[in-house]
């Protein structure tokens, strides 16, 4: 089948890698424009950029494509690309533009979204880290139809995935692998026309707002299991912190403790090999991999080595 893929992060190259893989002709990639990155923030090719460029597939980088908006030569000029190519569907893959009414009518089986949660739970921008946050047992993957609103098509497929102990850095591991298998079977059941789609349900939305770094801060008042679930939802970004005279300290592994302490929430109870345990709301948290700014992430005995905690000492 010909196909056109619209996606930008590694979560939308490990599906355009399991198209291609299985057969389905690429004839055109949108990407995001490339974007500074790194120390020196130099421009950088999106990984989707990448992996198209080294095999040799046509790529577009429209800054919009609203033909009515900041950007309309950038629009047209994808327009016509995307007609040219004669692609029979579009799959789109955390692509990061909207999808005007026209690129969703072009392709003749419309447009296919490949979205990392169970849908209507966690439409938006940042579904894995706000499943974590939730602590939600179990999210998936949803393959979509996609129409004009936010994450609002129906349903073509649909799976399931525990979420267990995860951070985002391994749960998006795990959803894009699962993303990547089921477009491909949802490629094959279009192409048969043995696709059958399904409403949203108006019950159970929630939307997944995206991750701002003003959110890294940790709150100790709060329980010791939402202070760890939100130090797993924000690794690798933004990595939860808190600052420790004076300076400030990213949290990137923790685990909670059934300790009720008297002292105040974000006070040291503890500190050594085995973590450094802090006092929240009603029960502690033990931390067992922090870093400090410009440092490497550590396991708790090397930072103590250089960084001298003691007990009393307060978070936050």
């Avoid at 995001?32 to 577009?60: E, T, Y």
């Avoid at 129409?147 to 399931?160: Q, S």
């Avoid at 998006?172 to 043995?194: F, N, P, T």
């Avoid at 939802?233 to 300790?259: C, H, M, N, Y």
Wanted: proline share 6%.
């Amino acid at each position: 089948m010909k196909v056109a893929f619209a996606g930008t992060p590694e979560f939308a190259r490990v599906a355009l890698e399991a198209i291609a893989a299985a057969g389905h002709e690429i004839v055109l990639t949108l990407t995001q424009p490339d974007r500074p990155a790194g120390r020196g923030m130099k421009l950088q090719a999106s990984p989707v950029k990448q992996f198209a460029v080294s095999h040799g597939w046509p790529v577009i980088q429209p800054r919009s494509l609203r033909l009515d908006g900041k950007y309309p030569d950038d629009a047209e000029a994808a327009r016509a690309a995307i007609a040219e190519s004669t692609a029979e569907v579009m799959v789109v893959a955390a692509y990061g533009l909207i999808l005007p009414q026209w690129v969703l009518d072009a392709p003749r089986l419309g447009c296919l979204n490949i979205h990392a949660s169970l849908l209507p739970r966690w439409r938006g921008a940042a579904p894995i880290h706000r499943a974590i946050e939730a602590g939600d047992a179990e999210t998936g993957i949803t393959i979509m139809q996609m129409d004009a609103g936010l994450d609002t098509g129906d349903m073509l497929l649909r799976e399931a995935v525990p979420v267990g102990d995860d951070n985002t850095a391994r749960l998006h591991d795990r959803l894009a692998a699962l993303g990547g298998r089921m477009i491909v079977d949802a490629l094959r059941q279009a192409e048969s026309g043995a696709l059958s789609a399904i409403p949203q349900p108006a019950e159970g939305v929630t939307y997944a707002h995206k991750v701002e770094k003003a959110e890294a801060q940790v709150d100790w008042t709060q329980s010791a299991e939402a202070i760890v679930r939100r130090i797993r939802a924000f690794d690798p970004f933004p990595g939860a912190s808190s600052t420790l005279d004076g300076e400030t300290i990213k949290l990137w592994v923790a685990q909670t403790r059934d300790e009720a302490p008297s002292e105040a929430a974000g006070t040291v109870l503890a500190a050594g090999p085995e973590g450094i345990a802090v006092a929240a709301d009603g029960s502690t948290v033990v931390v067992s991999e922090l870093q400090r700014a410009g440092g490497k992430r550590l396991p708790v005995a090397d930072f103590l080595r250089g960084f001298d905690v003691k007990p009393g000492q307060v978070f936050g």
